[in-house]
């Protein structure tokens, strides 16, 4: 399997089915720091409900739209990232991340996104890269920036969480502003 050394003790590898017992046991050490903002916090509560959300990103991938990626700091997972959504045809792919407060701090989720980035528009041509996070999601919104992200819009009242309705930022990096 293969790795991408970010730092010392930190890698990024990706995230498959069969790694679903961690990536539970993950989730739920860092459920409270995810609960305002990921999605998944809520869903993967269990091996089985982490096998079938790390399947069906391996399912997306085979077809060649998302992926998903872990964060380990010194062997034990962290954080991760993800191509929410990836589309070649159209040039066009979204990126996601999270990181529980342990991990926070040391770079390591900027310095996978780049990564991701470098091969997404290096590698298959992406023209857009996109970043969507809750305008109170401070961290989110500041690791875009630190990015080169753009801030184009506000999308008010885009999606339901917890049952209620929530605006969602969109950031975008063109490949021409991506560094050579």
């Not at 305008?135 to 999606?159: D, H, I, K, V």
């Amino acid at each position: 399997m293969f790795g991408l050394r970010l730092a010392e003790g930190a890698e990024l590898r990706p995230l498959e089915p069969w790694s679903a017992g961690e990536f539970a046991a993950h989730v739920d050490r860092v459920r409270g720091d995810l609960l305002p903002w990921i999605p998944f916090a809520k869903t993967v509560v269990d091996e089985e409900s982490a096998r079938a959300y790390l399947q069906g990103y391996a399912e997306r991938q085979a077809a060649g739209g998302g992926r998903i990626f872990g964060i380990w700091i010194d062997g034990e997972l962290s954080g991760g990232t993800l191509f929410r959504e990836f589309d070649a045809e159209a040039g066009v792919c979204e990126v996601g991340v999270w990181m529980g407060a342990a991990g926070r701090g040391r770079g390591l989720v900027t310095r996978a996104v780049r990564h991701m980035i470098d091969w997404a528009v290096r590698t298959r041509g992406i023209a857009r890269v996109e970043w969507r996070c809750d305008p109170g999601n401070e961290r989110s919104a500041a690791a875009a920036r630190r990015l080169g992200f753009t801030l184009e819009a506000t999308l008010r009242s885009a999606y339901v969480l917890d049952g209620r309705r929530r605006d969602v930022q969109v950031w975008a990096l063109l490949a021409e502003e991506w560094p050579a």
